[in-house]
């Protein structure tokens, strides 16, 4: 229909040391699509190459260390990148922590 924007209002956070990569650490981003997949795709074209380098890998997919979050549930327990997003939802990035 013409005149009526078909965008979502997606909130995004990152966490931990993606924080000091992304271009805002917590920012709403319109999104012209409805899957996680169509938010990623979006954050490969916008985020600074340093969180890119960190948070995709070279195939871009999100790096298998990074849990993402839709409204504090775990992706995949929603169909991973095929998972739908809806206006307002809110994306959390988190990457795991390693050591010994």
């Known amino acids: 229909m013409k005149g009526i924007s078909l965008a979502l209002t997606i909130r995004v956070k990152y966490l931990a040391v993606l924080r000091g990569l ?7 981003l319109s999104l012209d699509g409805n899957s996680l997949s169509d938010l990623l795709i979006a954050l490969r074209n916008t985020e ?8 995709f890998s070279q195939d ?8 993402v979050f839709i409204n504090d549930v775990e992706s995949s ?24």
Not at 77 to 92: H, N, P, R, S, V
């Open 60 to 67: 871009g997919t999100v790096r298998p260390d990074v849990l």
């Open 48 to 55: 600074e190459d340093a969180l890119k380098l960190r948070f």
């Open 22 to 28: 992304a271009k805002t650490p917590e920012r709403n």
């Open 77 to 100: 327990l929603l169909g991973g990148t095929k998972a739908a997003l809806k206006d307002g939802d809110e994306i959390t990035f988190l990457p795991s922590v390693h050591g010994g």
